[in-house]
């Protein structure tokens, strides 16, 4: 291991973290643990950054110990090896996660030929991900039944993962729908053994959860929480609050909108959706405006990053998805609202009531799926079970069926 690099060029990791506003305690323990690499490097037999981190295993089981130190020496590798600085949101780990790093070579091979082959059709980097990560699973389960190849893969092994032996479905459609989409990117390879193993697959039926919803009165609350909540929420919040009750846009989306993204002269906004890379434009009420408006004028810090939303410290990065939720979580509590254990507080209950209101409304189908940036129809059919003034006109009368009146009894 050359840590010549790291011993010349050091201080420039320290100068950059001090004037990008780390705090004096965190810049000293990276100095710190620098310097102590430096200095006992000679007089240990480290091979790589990971045999440092190892050495601290030896003396320390505190979870929260051992996390800070792979989240120094990372950022620490990262520096030295690749010329990267930290960016004050991302930890740099030192050891791969998943199953993907304990497959055998060939099954390796078959998810890199997806990840690949995917790339290249332009398919979306986090659903490559979710698929590749899913068929790792898969594949690390046959391992550990002594199976490292698609040869020996049998019907009993791939039905023994998605179910017990007494019958009960381990396993989702979502997850055959991953595991398929890998194996039928590989047919290109091995088409007879590719399909001879996605046969296999059991046929499971897709189910959806009922999905909860805001009802008036929670709608009223939320809305004046966010119009006079001075001292529980801030600028930020009600901007946010604002653009996810009004337009029904999606956290990720909220995250990465630019001042680019809103026309002021036009009233529009403007962005590239996250989740389908389509194109989506959305009035500019007024209410939804002003709240940004006053955000920027007010509260935003000065800084040339060109995102709406960044965190009010430096190195005042944009908020990240997470960020976004949070906000869902305070504007909920600074409303009275959904605070009991198991209530859904995330933005995209805000969603779907945007969905369900215009449904309620009378605004045809086609143009909540414009609204909502969808690019299937389909995906539409989630919202249709919460509009409750079209279901009712679906309604049977029961009048000439004989019931007691007890049922309709309160007491």
């Given amino acids: 291991m050359n840590v010549q690099n790291l011993r010349d060029n050091y201080p420039k990791l320290i100068s950059y973290m001090k004037a990008n506003g780390y705090s004096k305690t965190y810049v000293v323990r990276f100095e710190r643990e620098i310097k102590k690499i430096l200095s006992t490097m000679d007089s240990m037999e480290w091979s790589c950054y990971k045999d440092v981190y190892l050495e601290y295993t030896k003396t320390s089981q505190s979870k929260d110990y051992l996390r800070d130190k792979r989240t120094i020496i990372g950022a620490i590798e990262q520096f030295d090896v ?48 979710t698929e590749s ?9 046959l391992q550990q039944k002594g199976i490292n190849s698609l040869v020996e893969i049998t019907e009993e092994s791939v039905l023994s993962i998605f179910m017990s032996t007494d019958g009960l479905m381990l396993k989702s459609c979502s997850y055959k729908k991953k595991i398929a989409a890998v194996l039928k990117a590989y047919t290109t390879c091995h088409p007879e053994t590719s399909h001879r193993i996605l046969a296999f697959l059991p046929a499971l039926r897709e189910t959806r959860k009922n999905i909860q919803y805001l009802t008036p009165e929670e709608i009223q609350k939320i809305k004046e929480a966010i119009a006079n909540g001075k001292d529980l929420l801030t600028l930020c919040d009600k901007a946010i609050g604002m653009l996810a009750l009004y337009t029904g846009l999606r956290g990720c989306d909220i995250a990465g909108m630019t001042l680019d993204s809103i ?16 194109p989506l434009e959305l009035p500019l009420t007024a209410v939804v405006g002003n709240a940004i408006y006053d955000y920027l004028a007010s509260e935003r810090p000065h800084t040339k990053s060109r995102y709406i939303f960044i965190s009010q410290n430096k190195p005042y990065d944009r908020l990240k998805s997470r960020s976004i939720g949070n906000v869902a979580g305070r504007i909920m509590k600074a409303s009275g609202t959904r605070q009991s254990k198991g209530d859904r507080k995330g933005f995209h209950i805000f969603r779907h009531h945007l969905a369900t209101t215009l449904l309620g409304n009378g605004v045809p189908q086609p143009v909540i799926s414009r609204t909502l ?21 679906c309604s049977i009368s029961i009048e000439c069926f004989p019931v007691l009146e007890e049922v309709f009894s309160h007491e």
């Fill in 82 to 129: 690749h010329g990267r600085y930290p960016d004050g949101s991302r930890r740099h780990e030192l050891f791969q996660r998943g199953a993907y790093p304990l497959l055998s070579q060939e099954f390796k091979f078959i998810i890199d030929y997806y990840c690949e082959a995917e790339r290249k059709r332009g398919k979306k980097a986090t659903t490559i991900y």
């Fill in 133 to 141: 990560h899913n068929a790792s699973t898969f594949f690390l389960s």
């Fill in 263 to 278: 026309e002021w002269d036009k009233d529009l906004i403007c962005i590239r959706q996250q989740k389908t890379e389509s």
């Fill in 373 to 393: 940036g969808h690019t299937s129809p389909d995906s539409l059919e989630p919202y249709l079970s919460a509009d409750f003034p079209h279901l009712k006109e």
